[in-house]
């Protein structure tokens, strides 16, 4: 629980710390990337602007590439570059370099791409409405009985829409690539997520053509949430073709508005839940749910997305009849991708919004409707998982609690009856699997190394990337804690494939829960096997014996055993539990919604670092209300925001109180700490609107425009 | 593009006998250098007039208090003078932007922009202000209200400036003051709707009535028609329908990225209500 200062604070705060675009290498010249205009077409011609001397330039497109057009993904299915045709806005087509890099933008700017143009989904309903557009594979959960619903059963039927999502990380994505023609050697330095991916990614784009590439990461990396995942990967392997062409070192740094408009966002979701309800015991007793992703031009990794969606999209509730289907929808738009919650935000959208709608309905409170349904020993998950812990209800009790949900209940609605501005307050639950879903972790097959040396620092070698979320930091707690080493002698290493194993991608709240407890078992073996109770002692008397190596692999429980075709099993190990308050003032005059407090309660089991954990919370909450509230992305008829003007991220002035409670903490294990704080928040935005109002909004977010709409919808009925 | 740092009033003149229609002026560089990046400003003139000290300041001369154009909003929202004879004024400005941006966003930029956001603009509108602009040979007094012409165009010569802002001293004594800026959060926002006003009344009548609006035009504007509607009358004299009407006649609200022009026109519409009621 030691609140440890973050490694990288002091060289934050003074400016020493280095991100991608703080690297520069001799002679090395800058690139940027070309990209459609169209949303669906074929190239007929590309005019470069006059007035500028080609040969100055450096140029690659599909025809340049010496191994494969396919970016290694889940499915590979997406190429670096489009060879005639474009599937989508933002689909790069070239990538240009030049030493000057401002020329280079004025260059590009003036490229004139002409298009013979095809039909294109757009918009998001139109993608999402329509059958026709369904492809990959269909997921089913089927746990259902066979048994009619009662005629006395309450049946509801709703739609909920989500929208995109941008990461809004502070860095934009960038990457240097640095040809070593002796060697063969292809370096590349990245703000990513994910070395081991980026690393295939240039290696598959190469193919023959190098020997090797190593990817090492910056030594900061201004945020990510999701978006450093699999982006990265084309990027580098666009760079690395630059600077194998140019034979000089290029990097590139996209643009702002760049970014927004092609790199991967949060998916936009069409979820349609059905349910039947028992009046007489309040319970919901069966479920089907029709839970669609618009994935983009190109699956990706969306399959992983829809299968997290489909194992979260019951939320917390126990329903003895369920059957769920998830699919991927495709449209022109450039591919959505990983976003912290990764399909479950979306779930809980639906399904929080849903059980809110249904004790509306049936005029009971949500809070103790909610009780009636919500996990508890002895259920299972639709996917017959058993549930081992009441962890989820304590939550959801605390919160309760401590927010005075009840009391505050009657005086909002006593004090709405004398005002024209409204007050509300809502509920919303979550909860998120540790790591990589079903056999993933198995799969991944994670290893990490520890060098001690003659003075004993340990160095740790981890794949997994510190991006401002403290991991790097707590994960040295971890080893320096289980034996008591002092913290200034233990020391996670920059990633750099060529040093590092191959601890698997820093996603899926897999960090800490399964790198970081595998290293705490890890010190404690090291501990064992060399015999020592003060390591420093131990180093001291022997030192023959320093430097020296050790490596650990991560041995999945055997518990773990999980059907991918059926989808039948224990999907994640460990799961992660929230619940949450949250209080809104509603501006009549303006139609806007004010958050004045949210209160959360949090089961993360053991906190490794109090601090960063409340931070990383915090932060995580925020992204949630904001995606249910203010971060409206594409607009019918209008296309996508352009910048941080138009694309409303809450500033801190938008901050409401935030509370955070983290309970079941003497638990031996931290679980998973990255996703869940952005999980759950939304829904109970939604749901005080509702207590304000009365009136229930079926999409996100509850931007002002959207509620007159709907309130003056309302006033016409 | 050709940079100018003049050296003094002098310097400023001399580079500036010729018109010249790509002439720009870089004050805080908030809008313009926006403009040059995104390429709606190239192959132009740009005169720097920032450390100019003729331009800066804030002084109370006669009746009125006389702001430098290129005096900055913090300037602004720390004054003395502001915050004893403006104290709305000053308090409105408080959600310019951001503290970082109020340190460099000038008020003649704001101004001379242009932008129908401008929240200086109908700030200043209801205080009744002044611009004085100058040429090497000519100086002018104009009312702030005949300024723009349409659409980022004003009345200004591109051989002349704005030097300063004149607001009458008593501007807002006896008033009952308003100002509402409507965006999608807190700070760091472009306006949807903005409305300012102020009124006084008397016998529960409205003797005095000013109200103007921001990002509803081509430029911010008093609501002249519905001031006059609302002069002597009393609050249950007032058929809001009619206002509502002649509101529909002075605003031209439109649907963009950023929000909708139902939208904009009802909660127009609403802030107007309140403003009266309060
Ligand atoms: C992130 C961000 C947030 C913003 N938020 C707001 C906001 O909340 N509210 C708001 O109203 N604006 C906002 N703006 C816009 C901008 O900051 C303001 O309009 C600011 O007041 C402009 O002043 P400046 O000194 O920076 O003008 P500059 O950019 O230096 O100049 C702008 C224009 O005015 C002309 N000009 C400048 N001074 C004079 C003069 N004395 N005489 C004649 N012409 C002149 C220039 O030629 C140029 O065309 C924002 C801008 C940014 C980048």
Request: with cysteine; net charge negative.
């Amino acid at each position: 629980m030691k609140s440890i200062r973050k490694i990288d604070a002091i060289p934050k705060l003074n400016g020493s710390w280095k991100f991608l675009d703080d690297y520069s290498y001799e002679e090395m010249i800058h690139g940027q990337l070309l990209y459609s205009t169209c949303h669906h077409g074929t190239i007929k011609k590309i005019h470069f602007p006059d007035g500028y001397n080609l040969s100055e330039f450096t140029v690659v497109s599909a025809a340049n590439i010496p191994g494969e057009n396919i970016v290694p993904e889940p499915v590979c299915d997406q190429p670096y570059m489009a060879d005639k045709e474009v599937f989508h806005f933002g689909q790069v087509i070239m990538g240009i370099a030049h030493p000057n890099r401002k020329l280079l933008r004025e260059f590009i700017r003036k490229i004139k791409i002409e298009y013979e143009e095809l039909p294109a989904i757009i918009d998001i309903k139109e993608c999402l409405e329509n059958e026709d557009n369904v492809f990959g594979k269909e997921l089913i959960i089927d746990h259902r009985t066979g048994r009619k619903p009662d005629p006395n059963w309450i049946h509801h039927h709703k739609i909920y829409y989500t929208p995109h999502q941008e990461q809004a990380y502070l860095e934009p994505q960038g990457m240097i690539a640095v040809w070593q023609p002796k060697e063969k050697i292809m370096f590349v330095r990245a703000t990513c997520q994910c070395p081991f991916f980026v690393k295939e990614g240039v290696e598959t784009i190469m193919g023959s053509a190098i020997k090797e590439a190593v990817i090492e990461t910056s030594e900061g990396i201004g945020g990510a949430f999701g978006g450093k995942e699999d982006f990265p990967s084309l990027l580098a392997g666009i760079t690395s073709l630059l600077s194998y062409k140019s034979g000089k070192p290029v990097k590139i740094v996209l643009e702002r508005e760049d970014d927004i408009q092609i790199t991967t966002k949060r998916h936009p979701a069409r979820i349609e839940i059905e349910t039947w309800t028992d009046p007489e015991t309040r319970k919901i007793m069966k479920i089907y749910i029709d839970y669609r992703l618009d994935a983009g031009a190109y699956q990706t990794l969306s399959p992983v997305v829809l299968a997290r969606g489909v194992l979260h999209a019951i939320s917390g509730y126990s329903i003895p009849d369920a059957y769920i289907r998830g699919r991927l929808f495709r449209s022109n738009t450039p591919s959505n991708g990983a976003f912290r919650g990764f399909g479950a935000p979306q779930a809980f959208a639906a399904m929080e919004a849903h059980v809110e709608s249904i004790a509306a309905d049936m005029n009971i409170n949500p809070y103790k409707f909610r009780r009636k349904n919500i996990f508890r020993i002895g259920n299972e998950f639709p996917t017959t998982q058993p549930i081992l812990e009441n962890n989820l209800s304590d939550c959801l009790e605390r919160v309760i609690e401590k927010s005075n949900y009840l009391q505050k209940l009657e005086e909002f609605k006593e004090w709405n009856k004398t005002h024209k501005d409204k007050k509300g307050i809502g509920i919303s639950i979550g909860y998120h699997g540790g790591g990589y879903t079903g056999n993933g972790e198995k799969v991944l097959n994670s290893e990490v190394k520890v060098v001690i040396e003659k003075d004993a620092t340990v160095k740790i070698y981890v794949a997994n990337t510190d991006m401002g979320q403290g991991a790097h930091t707590t994960l040295a707690q971890m080893f320096f804690e289980a034996i008591d080493h002092p913290r200034e002698k233990c020391l996670v290493q920059l990633p750099n494939t060529s040093k590092t194993p191959n601890s698997g991608p820093t996603v899926a709240s897999r960090t800490i829960y399964i790198i970081g407890n595998l290293l705490r078992r890890f010190a404690l073996k090291i501990k064992d096997e060399l015999g020592f109770e003060n390591l420093d002692d131990y180093v001291s008397s022997n030192q023959n014996e320093f430097p020296r190596e050790f490596r650990m692999k991560f041995v999945q429980d055997p518990s773990v055993v999980f059907d991918e075709e059926n989808y039948v099993g224990v999907a994640y190990k460990d799961y992660s539990w929230a619940a949450c308050v949250t209080e809104i003032y509603f501006h009549a005059d303006t139609y806007q919604i004010e958050l004045t407090k949210s209160w959360n309660v949090i089961d993360i089991g053991k906190v490794v670092n109090q601090k960063i954990a409340v931070g990383q919370a915090e932060g995580g909450i925020l992204q949630g209300l904001a995606y249910g509230l203010c971060e409206f992305f594409y607009k019918a008829g209008y296309g996508r925001m352009h910048g941080f003007s138009d694309y409303a991220l809450p500033t801190t002035m938008d901050l409401p109180e935030i509370d955070v409670e983290f309970i079941h903490t003497d638990s031996p294990i931290a679980k998973g700490l990255g996703e869940i704080p952005m999980d759950f928040p939304a829904p109970s935005v939604r749901n005080a609107f509702h207590n304000a109002t009365g009136i229930f909004i079926d999409e996100y977010p509850l931007v002002p425009e959207r509620i007159f709409k709907s309130l003056t919808a309302d006033e016409r009925r | 593009m050709k940079f100018i740092r003049p050296n003094d009033m002098e310097g400023l003149f001399q580079n500036m006998e010729e018109n010249n229609d790509r002439r720009y002026f870089l004050a805080g560089g908030t809008d313009i250098n926006v403009q040059i990046k995104n390429g709606v400003i190239k192959n132009a003139e740009i005169i720097y007039i920032k450390h100019l000290k003729e331009l800066n300041g804030i002084q109370i001369v006669k009746d009125d208090i006389v702001i430098g154009a290129v005096t900055n909003i913090t300037e602004i929202l720390n004054s003395k003078i502001i915050k004893e004879n403006l104290p709305f004024f000053q308090r409105s400005l408080e959600s310019f932007a951001s503290p970082l941006l109020q340190t460099s966003a000038t008020i003649g930029g704001n101004i001379a922009n242009g932008s129908p956001t401008a929240d200086v603009v109908p700030l200043l509108l209801v205080l009744d202000a002044k611009l004085e602009i100058v040429s090497k040979t000519q100086t002018r007094i104009i009312e702030l209200n005949n300024f723009f012409t349409g659409y980022k165009t004003n009345i200004m010569k591109t051989n002349e400036l704005i030097r300063s802002i004149i607001i009458p001293r008593k501007a807002e004594n006896g008033f009952d003051t308003y100002f509402e800026k409507v965006g999608s959060r807190k700070s760091l926002m472009i306006s949807k709707v903005t409305l300012a006003g102020l009124k006084n009344i008397s016998h529960s009548k409205f003797t005095t009535v000013k109200l103007a609006v921001g990002s509803l035009n081509e430029y911010p504007r008093r609501l002249y028609k519905i001031e006059e509607y609302l002069t002597d009358k009393s609050l249950i004299e007032i058929n809001f329908l009619k206002v509502e009407e002649l509101l529909n006649e002075e605003i031209t609200p439109i649907t963009d990225l950023r929000s909708d022009k139902e939208y904009r026109y009802h909660v127009c519409v609403n802030l107007i209500r309140t403003f009266l009621n309060e």
